[in-house]
């Protein structure tokens, strides 16, 4: 399964983004292997943000983050988006999309996925 992110950048405090995450995979793949959400800083653990059970339409959210990111997904066009509202300094990190063929019933650690986006990075400024 190939994952190709996209969306990072620079952004303002208080700003907004959107990111992409395409899965190059058949349409079955696509609906049968939950998708998710991760940041990382230097120094730091990689930490779960956001997690769609594409089986099912479940989403789970992290709640430092809950009320200001939503995941949601465009079956269309196999891809799972992260968008990211009232931005703060304290998100700036490299942001990845994950896949896993582990049941979910919650967020689960990285190390429960199996295929990773390259990682796009986002910057927000104060």
């Known amino acids: 399964m190939q994952l190709v992110e996209s969306g990072g950048g620079l952004v303002q405090a208080g700003g907004s983004l959107r990111l992409s995450c395409a899965c190059v995979?058949?349409?079955?793949?696509?609906?049968?292997?939950?998708m998710g959400w991760f940041r990382q800083v230097p120094g730091k653990q990689r930490e779960a943000l956001a997690c769609l059970d594409t089986r099912d339409g479940t989403i789970y959210i992290t709640d430092s983050v809950k009320g200001r990111f939503t995941i949601s997904r465009d079956n269309a066009k196999n891809t799972i988006y992260l968008q990211m509202d009232n931005l703060k300094p304290e998100d700036t990190a490299v942001y990845y999309c994950?896949?896993?063929?582990?049941?979910?019933?919650?967020?689960?650690?990285?190390?429960?996925?199996?295929?990773w986006g390259q990682g796009t990075q986002v910057t927000v400024s104060s």
């Open positions: 995979v058949s349409e079955y793949t696509y609906n049968n292997y939950p």
């Open positions: 994950a896949a896993t063929a582990a049941v979910v019933g919650g967020l689960l650690p990285s190390i429960e996925y199996d295929w």
